[in-house]
């Protein structure tokens, strides 16, 4: 999310103006219209003239013909604009971005082109919403699957309850460079590390 503040000085208040997501990526393939939203985050002031535009007019294009947002944004207000990608079906288009300015204030969304030549991303697919560990001597395993075309980079796993549970790093297949290839699995293991629970008396 980009925020930029600046100063009314008419009023003498501040006034914020934020845009979000950080980033919109289109697949030329398919290119579906995708949605940024312009918030103006003071609780009193309204920010204007107010407007809203995308540098890259060769690949991306403001849904309406006209600025959806108007030519003012309502304090603690919100308005969503709608971008299309214009460009060719096949290859990458970076540098977009759409632009909302009012006055000093600028936010700005990034739009990438990201072709992935017909093939799906890759995805996580996991085995199981529910792991049950019985005891500290029975550790508990979840299997992660990529059904993408494409290899996945960037997965991370994290333990909510890190203080009764761990990942067994050793015993774990998930590969510790964060990948995991297209049509691949792996294996999770979880330890309970707390108190074993004590036996009920009859």
Same mark, same amino acid.
Not at 14 to 35: C, G, Q
Not at 102 to 108: D, K, L
């Given at each position: 999310?980009?925020?930029?503040? !600046?100063?009314?000085?008419? =009023?003498?208040? #501040?006034?914020?103006? =934020?845009?979000?997501?950080?980033?919109?990526?289109?697949?030329?393939?398919?290119?579906?219209?995708?949605?940024a =939203?312009?918030? %103006?985050?003071?609780?009193?002031?309204? /920010? +204007?003239?107010?407007?809203?535009?995308?540098?890259?007019?060769?690949?991306?294009?403001?849904?309406?013909?006209?600025?959806?947002?108007?030519?003012?944004?309502?304090?603690d207000?919100?308005? %969503? #604009?709608?971008?299309n990608?214009?460009?060719?079906?096949?290859?990458?288009?970076?540098?977009?971005?759409?632009?909302? !300015?009012? +006055?000093?204030?600028?936010?700005?969304?990034?739009?990438?082109?990201?072709?992935?030549? +017909?093939?799906?991303?890759?995805?996580?697919?996991?085995?199981?919403?529910?792991?049950?560990?019985?005891? =500290?001597?029975?550790?508990?395993? #979840?299997?992660?699957?990529?059904?993408?075309?494409?290899?996945?980079?960037?997965?991370?796993?994290?333990?909510?309850? %890190?203080?009764?549970?761990?990942?067994?790093?050793?015993?774990?297949? /998930?590969?510790?460079?964060?990948?995991?290839?297209s049509?691949?699995? /792996?294996?999770?293991?979880?330890?309970?590390?707390?108190?074993?629970?004590?036996?009920?008396?009859?």
């Open positions: 999310m980009a925020t930029i503040e !600046t100063v009314d000085t008419s =009023t003498g208040g #501040v006034y914020t103006l =934020t845009a979000s997501p950080a980033e919109l990526t289109f697949d030329p393939a398919n290119p579906m219209a995708m949605t =939203t312009i918030t %103006n985050t003071d609780t009193t002031a309204a /920010c +204007g003239p107010l407007d809203v535009t995308v540098n890259d007019t060769a690949n991306y294009a403001i849904a309406a013909a006209t600025n959806p947002c108007g030519t003012s944004l309502a304090a207000s919100s308005c %969503n #604009v709608d971008v990608y214009t460009g060719p079906a096949t290859g990458d288009a970076d540098g977009g971005a759409l632009t909302a !300015t009012s +006055g000093n204030a600028t936010a700005t969304v990034s739009l990438v082109a990201a072709d992935t030549g +017909g093939n799906q991303p890759g995805s996580v697919s996991i085995s199981t919403t529910q792991l049950m560990i019985a005891a =500290t001597d029975e550790p508990g395993t #979840v299997t992660v699957t990529n059904p993408g075309d494409l290899d996945l980079t960037g997965l991370g796993f994290e333990l909510v309850d %890190n203080t009764n549970l761990n990942i067994n790093a050793e015993a774990s297949t /998930c590969d510790a460079t964060n990948t995991l290839a049509g691949q699995e /792996c294996v999770i293991v979880v330890n309970y590390t707390g108190t074993a629970p004590a036996d009920k008396a009859d």
